[in-house]
DNA sequence: GACAAAAATGAACGACGTTCAAAAAGCAGA
DNA sequence: TCTGCTTTTTGAACGTCGTTCATTTTTGTC
């Protein structure tokens, strides 16, 4: 990040009459780019441990220290690929605003994508959460930002389920229901588990949700104490 | 430490009654559990990536070359962590059977359970979730095993709530029960995520139970279509 | 104590992420 | 176009990793 923004800050400073030097500019951001392809088709193809600085350079057409040029390091490739893979799901769950459908087949409507999108991209999916940052740092402010949108998604529906709910709780509620959602298809696809056949996990889903948003609709704890 | 329990390994083993040849099947258990107990302290402080074959040799007093002895890679010794790891899980679990609870309470109670395992043994808690074998293989038989008994803790309270669903339907629901919960407090405890406070966690986790307790006590589908 | 069989050893191997001295390319003034 | 300086790119080299295997050490039996 730091080399990138040298080298756009020196192409800007320099006199606007062509542009001289930021074609390295461009350069790198297509380099960047055709790493970050090679990335997530490493991953695709082999999951998070098949991501070799070497095989990317080759597949990318570059020298492996090329890699350390337009990122820090392969944690910083790997974040960007997994932003990349956030805002296809996020796309893939964009609502069809052109009906308003019933918030809480709005909610079944969101499940099912979320399912959808991690079927189909499942080692891309699952690299968003096994992935980890070396000596435990923390994730980017802009990582942290593509994640929220989509707890939003949910929040809208919500919001229509549950008018009088104060909308503190309801971003709290959309966070647990996404992440219930989440846990459901996390380890309905996890291999490490007895499988599930497509058909059982789809019902499962469903009847979480029918479950969930039946409960939160109906008078609450219904038959749980509460401490 | 590790001269210490050679030499008592040696002589408890000493001319005990007359086994010949299995004095070293004990001295490979004592170097398998010395291996062990050093990998879960190297999960427990850095997590899966701080499993190094030389720590662990050196934290077991044995050569590199000996983890091969007692343990076909790494990968099996990490697949025996987690089988111990589940089973203190299980035993943390355990229902005090001297009461017996509202089914409701008991699945609320196995829900914090969980969460009070997981916040307390996090690294190695997500180690379980984390760890993929090399080159996809499948996870052996015992493994899949040790798992089933937690969705088996589950299903009891369940198998109470709901005495009219289907044995197998049952079964089911009690492991779309365990993922919601599981994603909740996966979610939860991500530090790649926006952090929650203890008691924030805590409550969201009980407003899933109560929601979907609730939901699953009253008419199926109260505002969901079927589609 | 001597000897074959078994087990333990740790140097060595290939692969990994990352670095950095050196080479190549870019760019302005002649 | 050529010259000189700067920036970018390069890939051999470094340290570390999991794993192996020829060698050494220990074990069990006579």
Known sequence: ???VQKAESNSVERHA???PADKTAARRADLRERLAAAGRAAIAEGGLQNVKARDLAAAAGCAVGAIYNVFEDLDEL???IGADTLARLEQGLAAPHDVAPEPAEELLRLARGYLAFARANKALWRALFEHRLAGGRAAPAWYLD????L???VEAPLARLLPDEPAPSRALLARTLFSAVHGVVSLGLEEKLAPMSEATLDAEL???LRAFAGGLTTADGVTLSSS
């Open 1 to 3: 990040m730091n080399d």
């Open 17 to 19: 009459g062509k542009p």
């Open 206 to 208: 469903e009847r979480l």
């Open 78 to 80: 790997i974040l960007r």
């Open 151 to 153: 707890f939003a998604l």
């Open 146 to 149: 593509d994640q929220s949108r």
